[in-house]
């Protein structure tokens, strides 16, 4: 004789179901979604700690140019920049509301990694005004970030979700300054790495961003009733243009 009716509540895979679901709306499952990122941001950070030790301990302010000032300004602002992003990962809030299906979170880590491919490629020889373009772009992009990413703050999220509806700072103007900050520090990176490779990883990232700011919208417009006046009044990422 079975012990469990097809459908009944107290069936085995019910009670998984239902655990998990209770367990996706506590805190230490926001947490444990997020230790990849973490970890990914935190290594990214150890991962530049040689080059930023070796150029500080090598400056001679004396002797120094504009471009090993910005090329240390900019290293500067990319760990600051890593570090935060770790930070509010272990603060974020917990989502109201997330996109369904695969689609949307490969969008998202794809956006995500295929800009940081293009380091893996070989590295070029610049030009000075080019190299000070190069780290000019870098450092004010990542800069901006900052900036958005600060103005976000427990709201962070690198998986299209709604944890809280931010319009001011940055956000008054555009809704995504965080990817149009990174698009800045991006395309002084890719400089650096200039060759048809690079320039194919840069489109095809660029893609991938857009995709994600779709399904970004998508979910805050469910979650916030007010996020449609919102969107009628900025610009997704360049005034007046886009």
Not at 165 to 183: D, M, S, W
Not at 205 to 230: G, H, T, W
Request: proline letters at 5%.
């Amino acid at each position: 004789m079975a012990i469990y009716q097809a459908g009944t509540n107290d069936a085995p895979g019910n009670s998984v179901v239902t655990f998990f679901r209770t367990f996706e709306r506590t805190g230490l499952y926001n947490l444990l979604s997020a230790t990849p990122l973490i970890a990914w941001y935190g290594f990214a950070a150890i991962l530049q700690l040689p080059s930023l030790a070796h150029l500080i301990a090598s400056l001679d302010l004396a002797t120094a140019d504009a471009r090993i000032l910005a090329d240390l300004a900019s290293k500067l602002a990319t760990q600051v920049f890593f570090i935060t992003l770790a930070l509010l990962l272990v603060l974020r809030r917990k989502p109201l509301g997330k996109a369904s299906g695969f689609y949307p979170r490969f969008a998202a880590i794809a956006g995500m990694w295929l800009g940081g491919a293009i380091v893996l490629l070989p590295e070029r020889e610049l030009s000075v005004p080019l190299n000070v373009a190069s780290t000019l772009l870098i450092l004010c992009g990542i800069v901006f970030a900052l900036y958005a990413v600060i103005g976000l703050g427990r709201s962070f999220s690198v998986m299209p979700e709604a944890r809280r509806l931010v319009t001011n700072g940055p956000y008054g103007v555009i809704r995504h300054p965080v990817y149009l900050g990174e698009a800045v520090a991006l395309a002084g990176v890719t400089l650096q790495y200039l060759s048809p490779w690079a320039l194919a990883l840069l489109a095809l990232q660029c893609i991938f961003q857009l995709e994600r700011m779709k399904n970004e919208e998508l979910v805050l417009s469910r979650a916030f009733p007010d996020y449609q006046d919102y969107a009628a009044r900025t610009a997704r990422l360049l005034p007046g243009l886009y």
